[in-house]
């Protein structure tokens, strides 16, 4: 468990450390891709909150299932639509 949470940690800064340039090479503003970063936290927390009370009587493995599919929706969806304020 703790070479998972040290290789969790080392990603996510990585992906961090690079958020801006990433998003500025897919077309968009150091604005946009400040505020998007900017937001990664919050939405982490309501995940959390959401999660905290939907999967309170779910099997661990359902709740994993769940996770999983609407991260891939959401990835889908960015995929096909992209990413504009509006």
Known sequence: ????????SYLMGAVMTLWVTNVQELGHTTAMAA??????G????VGRFFEMLVS???YPLVTYAL???LMLA?????LS????LP
């Open 56 to 58: 309170s009587n779910m």
């Open 1 to 8: 468990m703790v070479v998972s949470f040290i290789f969790s």
């Open 67 to 69: 996770s999983l599919g």
């Open 35 to 40: 505020l998007a970063g900017a937001m990664i």
């Open 81 to 84: 639509v992209g990413f504009t």
């Open 42 to 45: 919050p939405f982490k927390t």
């Open 74 to 78: 959401g990835f889908a969806v960015l």
